[in-house]
């Protein structure tokens, strides 16, 4: 499908074709440089100091600022239709708001509807997205349901469409079972592609809904209750070692709990390719706004898996992105530790937790505000445990996550009270693509947890990477796109509905000050966000195709291949151990004779009495012949000679053979060290 043919507004003309941005620090994973950048038609063209650039070229003095990697947020739904809603935030606001934030690409996820194939759902996608992004956007697929013929569109989405990855899921009612995720996870594996998972158990979701309704618990604060930590950390084990048998890479979306992240974090450690996303949500709130006395505000904060009420784990999720099957939106403690549980065993997976995870608790669920509450209700839910933000920050800083994304689904007050008198209808989503990259600025490179080279590796290059789109995205160097932010450290902005770009009229990060704002924003070569003023322009971004077979995933794949190998075995060893065996069993069979023998010889006994030949013994040459003298003692182990010393007699002792008196003791009295016995001359 072709991409439709944009006109450049007049404002994004002439000199913006050429822009060279001075004095500041790049950023790049790997390291921070001072640096120029000169940019020409969308692309770098030229970095170091003092370079020769054209005239006309505009100049942009970043002294004092960070030069960044445009953020890729690999996890937004846009116009989703869930739950009888359909998210307010379309890709024009919902790109536009990206781009006010410091993103500069988004991965979308393609859903299928009731009766329509991957490909249509591909192709319906496209056609709604090309003609309003902001920037640049690629697509995930989502896979819900199993057949040959779905199995024959993922080869042709990957193989002419730019699609290199597919997501499944283990609750809703589109869920699989696992026999269907091994047959996914083998077709992701023989095209090359990634295989993506949002990891909660379904089935004791639904009967725990069916206890707590029936116990009358019918707010938001129920969402939390129905996804326990480990129901998040059971699911990504199961995932992680599925991925692991089949040899398929896994990327775990939205890890939102300490115990996600820890099985994860597990995971890696065993050697599993496996990568972690948490989310700006996770690390910025947590699942306390589930108990808000506002229902509105607590079904705000309603996503899947759910905040976590526990406030560390927006630190912990944190550090473990400081580290394939990639396992999205991981917002438990115990899916993030079963993550890296299943990389430390060797299986290739990744994890993502998502910005709200790490930006706020669950709490919020259980307020008495039931309009605020039901604002929080999201899958994962957001944890109630106020250290569930600090715990995935710290994965995120310590590599147990590699990615940070939104997990964007939006929508307003009045669409979340579908579900006012029944927390299992309220439509899954909070906000975050527009607050991610302040949140986690915020809440881990301001708080000294994580440095500048880390955050770009979690914001851009990671997913870049995992994706195969670098180093066309994700880094600043010669050659690649210049998709760039120019980030102000020291700024100060406050996050409020009232101000945001975003289309929804709530906000989960409501009245947080954040350290840390994006002051120039370039998208392919045009500056986008011009000394904080928003130019986004409708339709400017373009669809980016996504390769298989990607070298940072796959590699991982065929050094777990090389492991398993058979015994090579010549033909000439073969025969050797044949000759062997027959030989054995020669041998076998003679000593069978013998013992046959001896036995029919017993059986012929005369008398009871059975005369056996004696055995003519022959004198040993080596021991010598005792004379007639020798006698044994009771003590020795053999005979000795008389009149000789037996040593070995107990009853030897040398002081009854000496016969001369023994010499007095004699008193000495000396200085220490000895008498000297005279000069040395």
Not at 62 to 77: L, N, W
Not at 386 to 410: F, K, R
Request: aromatic residues 6%; hydrophobic residues 40%.
């Amino acid at each position: 499908m072709s991409t439709p043919v944009k006109k450049v507004p007049i404002h994004l003309q002439s000199a913006q074709n050429r822009l060279l941005i001075k004095n500041g620090k790049v950023v790049n994973e790997d390291g921070i440089v001072d640096s120029d950048v000169y940019i020409e038609d969308g692309i770098i063209r030229q970095m170091g100091r003092n370079l020769i650039i054209p005239g006309g070229t505009r100049t942009i003095d970043a002294r004092g600022k960070y030069v960044m990697p445009g953020g890729i947020d690999p996890h937004t739904h846009f116009e989703l239709e869930l739950m009888g809603a359909k998210s307010i935030d379309d890709f024009y606001q919902g790109t536009k708001a990206a781009v006010a934030g410091g993103t500069t690409m988004i991965i979308d996820f393609a859903f299928p509807q009731k009766d329509e194939t991957i490909l249509e759902a591909y192709e319906r996608y496209r056609e709604t997205a090309d003609e309003k992004v902001c920037c640049d956007y690629a697509l995930h697929v989502a896979v819900t349901s199993w057949s040959p013929k779905v199995k024959e569109e993922m080869a042709l989405l990957t193989r002419e469409h730019g699609v290199n990855s597919f997501k499944v899921f283990m609750t809703y009612s589109f869920m699989l079972r696992d026999p269907d995720l091994i047959e996914i996870f083998k077709a992701c594996k023989e095209l090359g592609a990634l295989a993506m998972v949002h990891a909660e158990n379904g089935d004791i979701i639904t009967e725990n809904t069916k206890k707590l309704l029936a116990a009358g618990v019918t707010g938001p604060e129920g969402h939390e209750m129905s996804r326990p930590e480990e129901v998040e950390a059971e699911a990504v084990t199961r995932a992680c070692t599925i991925a692991s048998q089949v040899n398929c890479p896994l990327y775990v979306v939205h890890v939102m709990s300490r115990s996600g992240a820890e099985a994860l974090e597990a995971a890696r450690k065993r050697g599993v390719c496996v990568l972690g996303e948490t989310l700006a949500a996770a690390v910025g709130t947590d699942g306390t706004n589930y108990a808000h006395k506002c229902w509105r505000h607590a079904a705000g904060h309603v996503l899947s898996p759910p905040l976590r009420p526990d406030p560390n784990t927006p630190l912990v999720l944190l550090n473990y992105l400081t580290s394939p099957v990639y396992v999205s939106a991981l917002s438990s403690k115990s899916a993030a530790d079963a993550v890296s549980a299943k990389r430390a065993e060797g299986v290739v997976v990744f994890g993502e937790t998502l910005a709200s995870h790490v930006g706020i608790d669950g709490t919020e669920q259980y307020g008495k505000d039931i309009e605020k509450a039901r604002r929080f209700v999201t899958s994962p839910p957001l944890r109630p445990d106020s250290t569930t933000p600090a715990y995935l920050i710290e994965h995120l800083a310590q590599d147990g996550l590699q990615v940070i994304g939104s997990d964007n689904c939006t929508f307003n007050a009045e669409q979340k009270a579908i579900g006012k008198d029944d927390f299992s209808k309220i439509p899954n989503g909070v906000n975050g693509v527009e607050d991610r990259m302040s949140v986690l600025w915020e809440k881990g490179v301001h708080a000294g947890i994580m440095d500048p080279t880390r955050f770009v590796a979690v914001t851009s290059t990671n997913a870049a990477k995992i994706f195969n789109i670098y180093p066309r995205k994700g880094v600043i160097a010669v050659g690649s796109d210049a998709d760039i932010v120019v980030w102000d450290p020291n700024r100060k902005r406050t996050i409020s509905a009232q101000t945001h770009v975003q289309a929804v009229d709530f906000n989960i990060f409501e009245g947080m000050e954040v350290h840390g704002v994006p002051e120039y924003v370039i998208v392919s070569g045009r500056v986008c966000v011009d000394e904080c003023e928003l130019k986004a322009v409708h339709g400017f971004g373009k669809f980016v195709e996504t390769p298989t077979f990607c070298n940072y995933v796959y590699d991982m794949i065929e050094e777990r291949e090389k492991r398993p190998r058979g015994v090579p075995r010549s033909e000439a060893e073969a025969k050797k151990y044949a000759d062997e065996d027959a030989a054995m069993a020669k041998a076998r069979e003679a000593a069978k004779a013998a013992a046959a023998a001896t036995a029919a010889a017993l059986r012929n006994q005369t008398n009871g009495i059975h005369e056996c030949p004696k055995p003519k013994l022959k004198p040993v040459d080596c021991v010598p012949t005792l004379p007639e003298s020798a006698v044994m003692t009771p003590s020795s182990k053999g005979p000795r000679m008389e009149g000789q010393r037996n040593l070995q007699d107990s009853t030897f002792s040398i002081s009854e053979d000496v016969e001369e008196a023994r010499r007095a003791c004699i008193r000495v009295n000396n200085p220490p060290g000895g008498r000297s016995a005279g000069g040395f001359w």
